[in-house]
């Protein structure tokens, strides 16, 4: 049987066992052994977490490298936390050997994003995220949001509640929080994913809708400074780091802003499962909108080895 190697990544921490978890699978460079995209399919399901990266071999020159994300049930154009775990393979934990530190942006089907090391010594690595922002006109009911989590009616009003998209396809229901003791009573939705797609606009009403609950301007003693805290549910799941829910909470607010300049963010999210994630953005904006999105954060290797490649059946 034909195996392929593998690493484990705990993203968006310096520490083993916090962050998102992220599995990243070599491809084979040989035509002979290529993986179907079927095959990268079952590979995920049965690493069973959020994300799963796939590595293509790379052909003449490296400064871009070429990656495949997917869920346990489909596979994603651009994800956060697999951005970042690549990034920082790449950047900071490949081998010398792979001269892999030369990679300069990573090609996905969202398209080219340039990536670079920003700090050697914490191996905190950048990526230019891919935007094309949108504020939906339609108003996502008060009612519904109470229905999904009715512990939160005595937290919420409607202005506490936004639909944003970061790109077309990867959207958010922003909710605001007044305290962490109301961040505090989340709980996984009541009745499974809100249908939040029946309220984006039109031309817009597709792909994956986060619901992101954020907390602005919390003292945070681990960073010592104010941050965001946030958590993110996906119907029955919570997830410990979503960099692309992040990007989109952080352009919504410096957009909010009304006035050109550079915003820069630190959100802190998985405190209340026990996996701490600490998720850097810097958002410049301009008389047109957003002009640079930058999300940054590190990662840690937890383990490597091989995974056998199933039937193509």
Known sequence: MTSVKFATLDVFTNKVYEGNPLAVVFLPAAA?????????????????????????????????????????SEELPFAGHPTIGAASWFLHHAPEEDASNTVKSLNMKAGNLPIALQDVNLGVVSARIAHNVHIHEKQ??????????PFLKPYLTQSSIALFSVVKGMSQLLVELPSLEALAAVTTAYGGQPASSLYLDAGWDEGMVATYF???????????RKVIRTRTI?????????????????????????????????????????????????????????????LRGSAVKVSEGSIVVPQDK
Not at 140 to 149: A, S, W
Not at 251 to 268: H, K, M, T
Not at 275 to 294: C, D, N, Q
């Open 234 to 294: 996906l119907g029955n799941l919570e997830d410990p780091a979503t960099g692309s829910a992040a990007s989109g909470l952080t352009a919504y607010l410096s957009l909010r802003e009304g006035r050109a300049g550079r915003f820069v963010y630190d959100v802190v999210q998985g405190v209340e499962m026990g996996r701490r994630s600490e998720i850097g953005l810097e958002v410049v904006t301009g008389e047109k909108g957003i002009v640079r999105l930058e």
């Open 32 to 72: 002979s052994s290529q993986v179907t995209q079927r095959q990268k399919q079952t590979i995920a399901r049965e690493f069973n977490l959020s994300e799963t990266i796939f590595v293509h071999a790379e052909h003449g020159p490296n400064e871009s490298r070429t990656i495949d994300i997917f869920t346990e």
């Open 140 to 149: 996502y009911p008060l009612d519904e949001v109470l229905r999904l989590y």
């Open 214 to 224: 954020y907390v602005r301007n919390v003292e945070d003693e681990v960073l010592g």
